[in-house]
């Protein structure tokens, strides 16, 4: 029988809701997919990379990040997520008998909802395959890794009809895992989004703010739906996040307003109201606050591009 999940596993996944609205809203599409073999004394160098993920099987290698000392050793299994990319390396760290197997899958994010998912992830994420999953997890990295990068691997070495589209959804599918992997694993201390979910009060407040985006919240209200003090509600925001409730919840709706700019037709009114604001003038000063540009510049130049 399935296990039975307590209240705090339950309140977990759903303060996690909030943090997939912001990876739905970055539009995540797979790139190109690579399976290379290292020898003994290689490397596979990736300088000024874009975000990619490198799985590692049949032999243990070593990675390099640009400006950190110490390499980290990967294991057959283990998987890293670079959200970021960045410069980097692989080399092999055995001996020649047995060749470490790297299979990369590139990506990108198409939406405005990636700037805000990449700042919000370390610049590394490791799964590994040994590692003892936690009660909260509901299977193993080995279970679903070797399942999702067959498939890759399948797509990408012999493409037919629909494979851009497969990819695409299974690189979708590896970086939710892997998010669902980090988020339970990472330490409370790490802070950031991974801190802000741990904490009770500040991950019931991201779930009500990402459920009703447009609603008249104010510090007070969002206070009192959670049975908090203002003063206190705002500090552990600030101490989680760096930023008290109503600037996330601005720069939310400014990342939303983007998204719904380049991808719908609705009117700025519209779309105003969506966001919060009765008035469009308004509207209008907060988003060029955050992007530099008015809301109808901002589209027109989204249209240039596509």
Same mark, same amino acid.
Request: glycine share 6%; hydrophobic share 40%; proline share 6%.
């Given at each position: ?21 912001? %990876? ?78 790297? @299979? ?135 101490? @989680? ?22 991808? @719908? ?21 907060? %988003? ?19």
């Amino acid at each position: 029988m399935p296990k039975r999940q307590n209240r705090e596993e339950i309140q977990v996944m759903r303060d996690a809701d909030a943090f997939f609205d912001i %990876f739905e809203s970055a539009r995540i599409r797979g790139g190109n997919t690579t399976s290379r073999a290292l020898h003994a004394g290689q490397l596979l160098e990736f300088p000024h990379a874009s975000p990619r993920f490198h799985f590692i099987e049949h032999a243990p290698c070593r990675l390099h990040i640009a400006g950190e000392r110490r390499g980290i050793v990967l294991e057959p299994g283990d998987l890293v997520l670079l959200p970021q990319g960045g410069s980097h390396r692989l080399e092999c760290a055995g001996n020649d008998i047995a060749r470490p197997q790297i @299979t990369t899958c590139e990506f990108r994010f198409e939406g405005v909802g990636g700037i805000l998912l990449a700042n919000a992830l370390p610049a590394l994420l490791h799964v590994a395959n040994a590692a003892e999953p936690p009660a909260a997890f509901p299977d193993t990295p080995k279970e679903w890794l070797s399942v999702t990068l067959a498939a890759i691997r399948r797509e990408a070495d012999q493409p037919w009809l629909g494979s851009s589209v497969m990819l695409s959804r299974l690189v979708d599918l590896l970086f939710v895992w892997s998010l669902r992997h980090w988020l339970v694993t990472a330490s409370p201390q790490a802070g950031g989004l991974a801190r802000a979910l741990d904490d009770a009060v500040v991950g019931r407040a991201l779930a009500l703010l990402h459920a009703q985006p447009g609603k008249d919240w104010s510090v007070a209200r969002l206070a009192s739906e959670l049975n908090q003090s203002r003063s206190g509600l705002s500090q552990r925001f600030v101490e @989680t996040l760096g930023e008290p409730p109503m600037r996330y919840l601005t720069r939310w709706r400014m990342h939303l307003a983007a998204d719904m700019l380049t991808s @719908t037709k609705l009117r700025i009114s519209q779309i105003a109201q969506r966001a919060g604001y009765d008035s469009e003038p308004a509207f209008s000063r907060a %988003f060029k606050r955050q992007f530099g540009s008015a809301p109808t510049d901002y589209r027109a130049a989204s249209r240039k591009r596509r």
